[in-house]
């Protein structure tokens, strides 16, 4: 599957994102109760809609939900999911949260390609995932809260279901 981001229309959506993408109280200095991040209640909330939807499409998927700070805070291996797409599932998502969310994890597949300007990226930080499934979440108020990473059916089978998952509590990008 090929996804198609002119490098002009992957700098709008960026600078689209930075708007909604309100991480300034997540850093240093602020309070428990001024940051943004999944809760406990809601990666559950997530996890669930996920595995009812794997359920429906018949597909059973590794689930792994990210805080905006790359730390696990729910994960899910169905019954007869794919060994292997634990850690793909968990790299999906923090794909999403290693750029604040700005893009789900299939945003930079076009140019990690040989002769794209991002070529071999997915090669750093322990390894990043650069096709689809991993989604950022953002909260009804527009606040990156974390990331929903699913991984054992095709590409698009996890997209959709990360975009499933991540819309049972509020809203996600799709490109």
């Known amino acids: 599957m ?13 600078a689209a994102a930075q708007q909604v993408n309100r991480t300034q109280t997540n850093g240093w200095g602020s309070t ?10 809601q990666a559950l909330t997530v996890i669930n809609a996920a595995v009812n939807f794997s359920n429906s499409i018949n597909v059973p998927n590794d689930i792994a939900v990210f805080d905006p700070s790359s730390q696990l805070v729910a994960f899910l291996r169905m019954d007869n999911a794919y060994l292997g797409s634990v850690d793909i599932s968990m790299k999906k998502a923090k794909t999403v949260t290693y750029f604040n969310g700005l893009f789900p994890s299939y945003g930079l597949f076009n140019r990690s390609q ?3 300007d991002l070529f071999g990226i997915e090669q750093t ?7 689809g499934g991993g989604q950022p979440i953002f909260d009804p108020n527009g606040y ?15 997209i959709d279901t990360a975009v499933h998952a991540a819309q049972s509590i ?6």
Do not use: E
């Open 114 to 116: 040989p002769g794209g």
């Open 125 to 131: 930080n322990g390894g990043l995932v650069v096709f």
């Open 144 to 158: 990156f809260i974390g990331a929903v990473g699913v991984s054992g059916g095709t590409v698009q089978q996890d």
């Open 170 to 175: 509020g809203t996600t990008i799709t490109m």
């Open 2 to 14: 090929k996804f198609s981001i002119p490098a002009f229309a992957l700098f709008v959506f960026s």
């Open 32 to 41: 428990p109760a001024q940051r943004h991040y999944i809760n406990a209640q």
